[in-house]
C-alpha cells in the first residue's frame, strides 16, 4: 500500500510563487512514475506534471515555462515549483504514483487570488 502525502499548498496573490511537495511512503519510490494534477470545481481532474523513473517530464501546456517538476528519489519526495501563479491555477492539486496502477494522495488546495 502506498501512502502520498502532500504539502505546500495556500493562498497567494498573482504573480506569485509557491512549492508542493509530497512525501511517498510504503512504496518502491525510484521506479515510479510521479505526477501532479489538479480538479478545479465543477471541472475535471486535469495532469499539470509528471516525471518519470529516469527524471524526463511533461508538463500541460497551461503551465508550460512556469512550472517545475523535480524528484528526490532518496528522500521519496517528488515537488511542484509553481512560479507566476494566475487565478486559473486554482485548483485542489493532488499527487500521484504510478507503478503499474495509480495511487493518489488526499490533494491540497491551492487558492491565487487576483
Known amino acids: 500500500q502506498v501512502q502520498l502525502v502532500e504539502s505546500g499548498g495556500g493562498l497567494v496573490q498573482a504573480g506569485g510563487s509557491l512549492r508542493l511537495s509530497c512525501v511517498a511512503s510504503g512504496s518502491i519510490f525510484s521506479i515510479a512514475a510521479m505526477g501532479w494534477y489538479r480538479q478545479a470545481p465543477g471541472k475535471q481532474r486535469e495532469l499539470v506534471a509528471a516525471?518519470?523513473?529516469?527524471?524526463?517530464?511533461n508538463y500541460a501546456d497551461s503551465v508550460k515555462g512556469r512550472f517545475t517538476i523535480s524528484r528526490d528519489n532518496g528522500k521519496n519526495t517528488v515537488s511542484l515549483q509553481m512560479n507566476s501563479l494566475k487565478p486559473e491555477d486554482t485548483a485542489v492539486y493532488y499527487c500521484n504514483y504510478h507503478l503499474g496502477v495509480d495511487y493518489w494522495g488526499k490533494g491540497t488546495l491551492v487558492t491565487v487570488s487576483s
Open positions: 516525471i518519470g523513473r529516469g527524471g524526463g517530464t
